[in-house]
């Protein structure tokens, strides 16, 4: 199984989702950032699972995943032993 890390722009979006989620319902903090990372990890033991996104820019290997209890989508890629974390965003939002 693969272990995960996440790229400085990805931190900083679980930073803001975080501190978002937080000032409205703490509770509700807590239990989408649990499911992200449940998805992440889910993610370590199925990598290829999610398909490569095929869009003008990506760079190869690029893969998106939906976590599906709150809409978020996950951006990562797999080096090596490592799946990087690149971007993650509600899924309302535009990118």
């Given at each position: ?21 937080s000032e409205r319902n703490p509770d509700a903090a807590v239990r989408v950032l649990a ?58 939002q535009q990118r």
């Amino acid at each position: 199984m693969l272990r995960y890390s996440f790229s400085r722009a990805a931190a900083r979006d679980l930073d803001s989702i975080d501190e978002y989620l937080s000032e409205r319902n703490p509770d509700a903090a807590v239990r989408v950032l649990a499911s992200i990372v449940a998805t992440i990890r889910r993610a370590c033991a199925f990598p290829e699972a999610a398909p490569e996104i095929d869009e003008p820019g990506a760079v190869p290997g690029t893969r998106k995943l939906i976590e599906t209890d709150y809409r978020y989508v996950i951006y990562y890629r797999v080096l090596g032993t490592i799946l990087i974390v690149l971007r993650v965003f509600h899924g309302s939002q535009q990118r």
